[in-house]
């Protein structure tokens, strides 16, 4: 089983910055890809940002510019930098992680979320 721990949430003003973290630990063999996702009230959950283990990296439009995913594999863990907020990127942010607990033992984990709020 693949623990997800996020951090870094919290309450912003517009054009400010936060950074989230989000730390994997538990049976990984191999990770293919970390990303992070938000789903803002009423909307569905959508990808903000992902890195893949050959280095790509890809981007929502909307964010494309202002945030920055990387990742840190020694620690299992990857980061958003987000600047330049706005009120609109107000969401649960949601971490993902896909890949391997061993032989034909994929998986696909979710942290908990953590909320970021961006005030005009």
């Known amino acids: 089983q693949v623990h997800l721990v996020e951090s870094g949430g919290g309450l912003v003003q517009a054009g400010g910055s936060l950074r989230l973290s989000c730390a994997a630990s538990g049976s990984i063999f191999s990770i293919n890809a970390m990303g992070w996702y938000r789903q803002a009230p009423g909307n569905e959950r959508e990808l903000v940002a992902a890195?893949?283990?050959?280095?790509?990296?890809n981007y929502a439009d909307s964010v494309k510019g202002r945030f920055t995913i990387s990742r840190d594999n020694a620690k299992n863990t990857v980061y958003l930098q987000m600047n330049s907020l706005k009120p609109e990127d107000t969401a649960v942010y949601y971490c993902?992680?896909?890949?391997?607990?061993?032989?034909?033992?994929?998986?696909?984990?979710w942290g908990q979320g953590t909320q970021v709020t961006v005030s005009s």
């Open positions: 890195s893949t283990s050959g280095g790509r990296t």
């Open positions: 993902n992680v896909r890949g391997s607990s061993g032989y034909q033992m994929d998986f696909t984990s």
